[in-house]
């Protein structure tokens, strides 16, 4: 037969550059389903428009038209049966020359084509071609795809921006950390892409896994099980124990794109460590690319309830708050992913912000993965639904009940808290640094009237039980209990603190005070016990004491190197009626030294570019162990890491020079990790502006 194809052009720069993934490459074709693409034949002889002339595009080990991942498409027009899913189509581009044998096709993946990457042939009268592969992404700039997202700013955020800031610390120190997502680095498609070809539904059924990968809600749910690798040979290993030998401590990675190369380097091992915002923040990268908007969102005062009773249960004793089965954290990070939800059957209700949670906590379906959970379901309460609602529910709602245990171990309730999980639940916002708080989004305002009218709607929801109501009604307080700082809170300076204790009672109260500090790892578990002072008061009706509380540096700097906050607690018993038990607790969150970065000259695409990195020790002690990670999107394919820092002397400032060649132009931010013997992985950025 007679070869009627000469040559193949796939416009890559100008397809890939209306597709907006050019930042990805220029090499390899990647477009976004429902939208057109250019491609152009060269024939061997001039070309009439009846020539037959069929393209066929095939995706998966096992092709099928009923699947969705086969389609053959063109002239002479097939006839489809009614079971066929994702068309796909072409016209003949007005740009072709057919006299000459130039074809170009304007060719269009169906809105709800599964992504991934495809196979394209070609078929003539005399020969069937194989042209090359594309790769399909979701595509939110179109209103047929189920992840299309209205707003162009928050397309630019949540789908394009390479860098954000995820939220670490307590609810009253909410910390912004750089992170690097790093989604259009050139060899995030093989990664993300083996990541679908690897997870576990694939290998039990490849043919089904590849067609339902035209659904998000799918896609999402398979990305959140592989980021964990928990059941399957996904990304990270969890730890939370405080011991990080054999991997990499979770508060040193200020970005995705090292630990998804690792990952793929080696032979989808998983990498040691991650934690809650680690786990968010490669899920964050995953979605970007595939092309499902997504953004991390921390939840502070975050609820672990295991058993879906909506109610947390902490017991303190002498020494303070001790480990129960359930916990709360300080903060808990997720990801949201924007999507519609036509399988929850109620119109477009669910639509929007879905709840995605890599981080391994519970099982859902035999599966460590969370979500998604709708947003907007949250907020209604609608505990019933799919998927983990009652779970993320009571990550932001659930009511606190605090016990005290004594020596001969009985418990004594002390007091119910129905307002603390769940506070200045936080993203970044669009366009800027500035932090947006979307607490509203989850929750009515705390303590009102529709808040716990929804808190009953969700428990009936979810059947667990009697009505909690009558835990919140507890009796007024007949002594109040605040703590009220002195100082900003710094690391490596003593800590000051004020307990204030009000007696609201008509009678004389005398009071054994205990006040414990604690360093806590975030999730909820106390590390170490720092101190524990005693003190005896005698409180007049209506008089309001103040105790001075001082925790200094040489006190807690052993313990807090690799812990993220300290509790301090005050349990306070009336030595007349001993029943009569109160708590105050306060967490802090310490603030690390500032590490500076700047740019020395003008920074311009493939020329020789100088960072100037510097960090002052604000101690009157020596410094050791001194490394410094740099990382930035088209600045450094690989973590640039200069572990030959020499020890800092007390009270000296280190300046070190950085050189790399930046390959991609536009707006770039470089994030610098500076770590030593007394401050663990103090973060720092710079953003700037790279020339072509």
């Known amino acids: 037969m007679a070869k009627m194809i000469k040559k193949v052009d796939f416009h890559c720069q100008s397809n890939n550059s209306a597709h907006r993934t050019i930042e990805i490459t220029t090499e390899q074709l990647i477009v976004r389903r429902g939208q057109s693409f250019l491609l152009t034949l060269e024939m061997v002889k001039p070309f009439r428009t009846h020539d037959p002339l069929a393209l066929i595009v095939e995706t998966g080990p096992a092709p099928s038209e009923k699947h969705g991942t086969r389609s053959e498409f063109g002239n002479p027009s097939p006839m489809y049966t009614s079971d066929v899913k994702a068309i796909w189509k072409y016209s003949t581009d007005k740009t072709s020359n057919l006299e000459r044998g130039i074809v170009t096709l304007s060719v269009t993946p169906p809105a709800d084509a599964p992504v991934g990457r495809y196979s394209l042939s070609a078929k003539t009268l005399s020969e069937r071609i194989t042209l090359g592969t594309l790769v399909v992404l979701f595509n939110p700039w179109c209103s047929d ?7 162009e700013r928050e397309r630019q955020e949540y789908v394009m921006s390479e860098q954000g800031l995820i939220y670490t610390g307590t609810s009253r120190y909410a910390h912004p950390l750089d992170w690097v997502f790093g989604q259009f680095e050139e060899e995030m498609v093989d990664i993300c892409l083996k990541m679908l070809d690897i997870n576990p539904k694939y290998l039990r059924d490849p043919a089904d896994d590849v067609s339902a990968r035209c659904n998000p809600i799918y896609v999402s749910r398979v990305v959140s099980a592989m980021i964990n690798s928990n059941g399957d040979r996904g990304v990270l290993v969890g730890r939370w124990s405080g011991d990080y030998s054999g991997g990499v401590r979770p508060t040193h990675w200020i970005g995705s794109v090292s630990i998804l190369q690792r990952w793929y380097q080696n032979n989808c091992n998983p990498v040691k460590y991650g934690q809650c915002w680690v786990f968010a923040g490669v899920m964050c990268t995953v979605m970007r690319f595939l092309g499902i908007p997504c953004r991390v969102v921390t939840n502070f005062q975050s ?37 519609k939800r036509p399988d929850l059957k109620k119109g477009n209700s669910f639509d929007g912000w879905q709840v995605l949670d890599p981080t391994p906590q519970e099982l859902s379906d035999g599966v460590y993965c969370c979500g998604p959970a709708s947003v907007k379901g949250i907020l209604q309460g609608e505990a019933h639904l799919k998927y983990d609602m009652p779970f993320v529910f009571a990550e932001v709602n659930a009511d606190i009940v605090k016990w005290m ?5 009985l418990k004594k309730k002390m007091y119910s808290d129905t307002k603390t999980v769940g506070q200045n639940i936080s993203t970044k916002a669009v366009g800027s640094n500035m932090r947006n708080d979307i607490t509203d989004s989850y929750k009515h305002r705390e303590g009102s009237a529709k808040e716990r009218a929804i808190f009953r709607r969700a428990l009936n929801r979810v059947n667990s039980g009697g009505d909690q109501e009558g835990d919140t009604r507890d009796e007024p307080l007949k002594l109040e209990m605040k703590f009220k700082e002195e100082t900003t809170m710094v690391n490596g300076q003593d800590i000051k603190l004020q307990l204030t204790l009000g007696n609201k009672d008509r009678t004389i109260k005398k009071m054994s005070i205990r006040v414990n500090a604690q360093a806590m790892m975030y999730n909820g578990k106390p590390a170490n016990n720092i ?6 008061k005698t409180i007049l009706p209506g008089q309001e004491v103040i105790l001075p509380i001082q925790i200094p540096f040489s006190a807690y700097s052993k313990f807090m190197a690799n812990c993220d906050s300290m509790k301090v607690s005050a349990v306070a018993t009336d030595k007349q009626q001993e029943d009569d038990i109160y708590e105050t607790e306060t967490d802090i969150c310490l603030e690390d030294p500032s590490i500076s970065i700047k740019v020395l000259g003008e ?39 200069e572990s030959n820092v020499k020890d800092l002397e007390p009270n000296s400032t280190l300046r070190l020079r950085v050189t790399t060649m930046p390959y991609k132009a536009g707006i770039k931010t470089v994030v610098a990790d500076f770590d030593c013997s007394a401050f663990r992985d103090v973060k720092g950025s710079c953003t700037f502006q790279i020339k072509p």
């Open 145 to 151: 795809d189920w992840v299309f997202l209205p707003d």
């Open 303 to 339: 609820a672990h309830d295991t058993n879906n009773s909506l109610t947390i249960d902490e017991y303190y004793n002498d020494n303070g708050a001790t480990e129960g089965k359930d916990s709360v954290w300080n903060f808990h990070v997720w990801t949201e992913g924007w999507m």
């Open 405 to 409: 245990v004594t020596a001969r171990g």
């Open 531 to 536: 101190q524990s002072i005693i003190q005896e």
């Open 603 to 641: 920074a311009r695409v493939f020329q020789t570019l100088t960072l100037e990195v510097e960090f002052k020790n604000p101690l009157n002690e020596k410094l050791w162990n001194c490394s410094l990670t740099v990382i930035g999107c088209g600045l450094f394919r690989s973590d640039y890491v």
